[in-house]
């Protein structure tokens, strides 16, 4: 640079120009960093921030995800299960449901109330004071309440993993669902049989009209093809018992196929009614069994004695596998036609796309249409076998 070298530059004297500039740089250049250093820190801060709000809305979209999922399981369970309230719809996230009385047997008496009091509440958050007692509604088991809510607000002694219910119950005698739609459906048949009754009464040798012209077949049918081909001579007194067991499985089961009230209670699937149901067979079989019916089970004739022991075990066994096969017959083939209706409806809010609907409406359908026959014939098996045990039980020794 025209021959000037740096240490001679360095050695000539400043003028008063170089100093000033001199001193504005020397001082500006702390600024300077400064400014620089806030401004990277003002963008890690900035990105940092955009993180945590990325993260926190896929936090709150995971969190919102998992709450919203849908569980058909627990669905399908509330609506075949029984309950102290008759839901109808709902209304803005609300339900609207026809409370039923509460009927409690507990330790200070008998204790009534109504199933509105526990404010649609079946977690056991919610506690009904009544006869001076506490109770909670825990998934439709009432329970006497403990004094302080656990860490998740219910007022009940729970373990932590099984969730079983430590807390005392009551003896629950209430009017439930199932019960509810029990005497609407004995109303039913009440309303079919007593106006055909009269008619016939006012005019025995007129051709049925009416509600009569619908019930005579019916009734026909169950006295010569069930009744009577299967009992024998003495089938008369037994038509009022298979006509009411007849009419009553058919009315719940077609009860049970209406998805609103006074439908869609699952009375014949409930294994506490079918249970009696059976309870009944049993002991109209056994106490109308003759002395060969007896016979033939403890001490089977015509056979080596060595062996009338091992198959008086086993006849003995088959008095109660026969009425315990009605009872599960009824029980598992009512309670499965449900389940499916329900897992196919399920189909479209699993997917949660509108591509699955055409499938799942005619699957249902298909299975709404063939429930109507197993209805009729449930009730006809039922009732067709209760015969059959019941003739056995009465048929005469021939030699």
Known sequence: MCGVSLPRILQAPMT???CFLLGLFLMASPAV???EEAHSADEHAAEAHVHAAEHSDEHAANATEEKEAFNPAEVIMHHIADSHGWHLFDWND????????????????????????????????????????????????????SDVANDHGVFAEMDHETHEVANATPWDISITKNVAALLFSAVVILLLFLPAARSYKKNPNAAPKGVAGFVEPLVVFVRDDIAKNNIGPHYKRFVPMLLTIFFFIWINNLLGLVPFFPGGANVTGNIAVTMVLAIVTFVVTNVNGNKHYWGHIFWMPGLPVAVKPLLAIVEFVGIFTKPFSLMIRLFANITAGHIVVLSLVSLVFIFETVWVSPASVLLTLFISVLEL???????????????????????????
């Open 94 to 145: 609300h339900p609207v449901s026809i409370p039923l009385p509460v009927i409690l047997f507990t330790e200070k008496g008998l204790v009534v109330f109504s199933s509105s009091e526990f404010d649609h509440d079946q977690e056991g958050t919610h506690v009904v004071e009544a006869g001076g007692q506490r109770f909670v509604n825990i998934h439709e088991k009432i329970y006497y309440a």
């Open 33 to 35: 960093l400064a400014s």
């Open 16 to 18: 008063k120009l170089n």
């Open 373 to 399: 026959l197993v209805a009729a014939l449930q009730a006809y098996i039922f009732t067709l076998l209760t015969a059959l045990y019941i003739g056995a039980a009465m048929h005469e020794e021939h030699h």
